[in-house]
């Protein structure tokens, strides 16, 4: 129950960074964030690799795990 658990709440937050990613690099401009453009896009780029390499990491352990237990 706690590996299904771990991988949903992974899934979620490595959603939620890409998310976070996209609306600080496009959406800040209606806001009026006060945030140069350079560093808005290299903050969402970051969350959006961040994001991504969650989700390696999520795929990669439940892969492992998923394996463990066939054999």
Same mark, same amino acid.
């Given at each position: $129950?706690y590996?299904?658990?771990?991988? #949903?709440f992974?899934?979620?937050? +490595?959603?939620?960074y890409?998310?976070?990613?996209?609306?600080? $690099?496009?959406?800040?401009?209606?806001l009026s *964030?006060d945030?140069?453009d350079? $560093?808005?896009?290299?903050?969402?780029?970051? *969350?959006i *690799?961040?994001? #991504?390499?969650?989700?390696?990491?999520?795929?990669? +352990?439940?892969r492992?795990?998923?394996n463990?237990?066939?054999?």
């Amino acid at each position: $129950m706690y590996a299904k658990f771990a991988r #949903i709440f992974g899934i979620f937050m +490595t959603l939620l960074y890409v998310a976070m990613g996209i609306f600080i $690099m496009f959406a800040s401009e209606r806001l009026s *964030l006060d945030i140069p453009d350079s $560093m808005r896009y290299a903050l969402g780029g970051i *969350l959006i *690799l961040y994001g #991504i390499v969650r989700f390696v990491r999520v795929y990669n +352990t439940t892969r492992s795990n998923r394996n463990r237990y066939e054999d």
